[in-house]
């Protein structure tokens, strides 16, 4: 990793792939220098998709909904985007948090097309080294993705595969500036909860002037860090635009699930309410629904992501709770 710190560092400093401070904390925040120290040429045409997604993007209030469904099981796939299908803007499709091993990318992406959903296409560093990068990429312009969100990637130490040999030939930076080269809308994730909070913004900047458009803003514990960081961002000059994550979370499994995301901060009480209500499924549809109206109203959040997964053999039952709370969300549950 060439621009770090990731958003998995701990509160207390350490990495997420082991007992160890991350060696990132004590430098400072590496500028933008280009992939190798060379900047890449001119950014490249955006596809029709990634003009119509900025569009979308831009008219406010998006609705994005990450996609619960098992890794590498293109039944499963298309069983969740039917659910999802008319009812959220996009669907973000990143790893499986239970699973290493799934589908690339733009075969994922072409799978979904056949249910005409928007996909939202995360790629991650950890897999596949800069040719095969590359390769994902310009398969993802084919594909028609809605946008492409660059991550670096949790470790192989963490999922179901540690015998695989991590790769990481880029980061999630230089990944980005890769996919706005090819045209695409780019988004990124920011985490301002964790470590280093106080370089979080200037790292958001380098991400921004590697090619970002869009941030998805981390689980950072509800409205009032929401707003300071995107404040933050603007007095720095971004002008990026943010998409902030709301915590679905329905039972048991799904909070779980959500439990295991690096860096997770939630709103005060926000899962002891759930847990402790006599319908935990309604009352995590309601409080959904309340804090994504509360991010929409933030000046200069764009969307929210509903943000999550579900246990094994729940995806079905997951996607249509995330599908009731959009449904709150748009007004078509009114």
Not at 78 to 94: F, H, K, M, N, Y
Not at 126 to 139: Q, S
Not at 241 to 270: H, K, M, N
């Amino acid at each position: 990793m060439e621009y770090g710190p990731c958003g998995g560092v701990g509160a207390d400093g350490t990495c997420e792939a082991g007992p160890f401070p991350c060696v990132f904390l004590d430098e400072t925040t590496r500028q933008w220098e280009g992939v190798d120290g060379e900047r890449p040429v001119a950014a490249g045409r955006r596809t029709a998709a990634a003009l119509a997604t900025l569009e979308r993007v831009d008219a406010g209030r998006l609705v994005v909904a990450d996609m619960p469904a098992r890794a590498a099981d293109e039944h499963a796939l298309e069983e969740c985007a039917a659910i999802l299908s008319g009812r959220v803007d996009a669907v973000l499709l990143g790893d499986a948090p239970d699973a290493r091993v799934q589908y690339p990318p733009s075969l994922r992406a072409m799978l979904l097309a056949r249910q005409g959903i928007a996909v939202w296409s995360g790629v991650n560093c950890r897999d596949r080294n800069r040719v095969a990068l590359e390769g994902e990429v310009a398969g993802l312009a084919v594909a028609g993705v809605a946008a492409v969100h660059c991550v670096t990637g949790d470790h192989t130490s963490i999922g179901h595969r540690p015998d695989a040999m991590p790769v990481f030939d880029l980061d999630g930076v230089e990944l980005a500036a890769v996919a706005r080269g090819a045209g695409h809308l780019v988004s990124v994730a920011e985490a301002p909860a964790a470590p280093p909070v106080g370089d979080r913004v200037a790292r958001l900047r380098v991400k921004e002037d590697a090619g970002a458009d869009v941030c998805f803003i981390d689980h950072c514990g509800g409205t009032a860090p929401v707003r300071r960081f995107v404040r933050a961002a603007r007095d720095a000059g971004s002008e990026l635009r943010f998409i902030a994550c709301v915590p679905a979370v329905f039972d048991v499994e799904s909070a779980s699930e959500l439990d295991s995301f690096p860096g997770l901060v939630l709103p005060a009480g926000f899962m002891q309410r759930i847990a402790g209500a006599r319908d935990p499924r309604r009352a995590g549809i309601d409080s959904a629904i309340a804090l994504a109206e509360e991010l929409l109203e933030v000046d200069g959040v764009d969307g929210v992501d509903l943000s999550g997964g579900s246990g094994p053999g729940g995806e079905l039952a997951y996607a249509e709770a995330v599908a009731e709370v959009a449904d709150g969300i748009t007004g078509v549950a009114a």
